[in-house]
C-alpha cells in the first residue's frame, strides 16, 4: 500500500520560514514526478511546484519556496521562506507514475497524495 506522509506544518509569523518533508512508502518515487499541492479554506487546491529531472513552480512562490528531492530516502521537500499569510492553507504532497506530464499543475495527473499539514502563517 503506497502512503505518503506530510510533516513539518505549523503556525509561523508573516516572513518567517518552514520546511516540509513528504516520505513515501509502500514503493518508490525515484526519477518519477513528485510535487507540492496546497488549499486554502474555501479555495481550490492549487499547484505549488513539482520536481521530475529539474524543479517547476507557480510564479507566485518561485525565488521564496524551494522542492528539493532526496531519493535515497524516497522524500521530497519544500523549503518555504519569506511566508505571507495568504499562503495559510493545507499543504499536499503528491505523487505520480507518469514520466509524460506536461502540465505539472493538473490535479488528475498525480496518482497520490498525502493527507496534508496544515501551515498557518499568522502574526
Do not use: H
Not at 111 to 118: A, I, L, R
Amino acid at each position: 500500500q503506497v502512503q505518503l506522509i506530510e510533516s513539518g506544518g505549523g503556525l509561523v509569523e508573516p516572513g518567517g520560514s518552514l520546511r516540509l518533508s513528504c516520505v513515501a512508502s509502500g514503493r518508490t518515487f525515484n526519477d518519477y514526478p513528485m510535487a507540492w499541492f496546497r488549499q486554502a479554506p474555501g479555495k481550490e487546491r492549487e499547484y505549488v511546484a513539482a520536481t521530475f529531472r529539474g524543479t517547476f513552480y507557480t510564479n507566485s512562490v518561485k525565488g521564496r519556496l524551494t522542492i528539493s528531492r532526496d531519493d535515497d530516502r524516497n522524500t521530497v521537500l519544500l523549503q518555504m521562506n519569506s511566508l505571507t499569510p495568504e499562503e495559510t492553507a493545507v499543504y499536499y504532497c503528491a505523487a505520480s507514475t507518469n514520466w509524460f506530464i506536461i502540465d505539472y499543475s493538473l490535479l488528475k495527473d498525480y496518482e497520490y497524495w498525502g493527507q496534508g499539514t496544515q501551515v498557518t502563517v499568522s502574526s
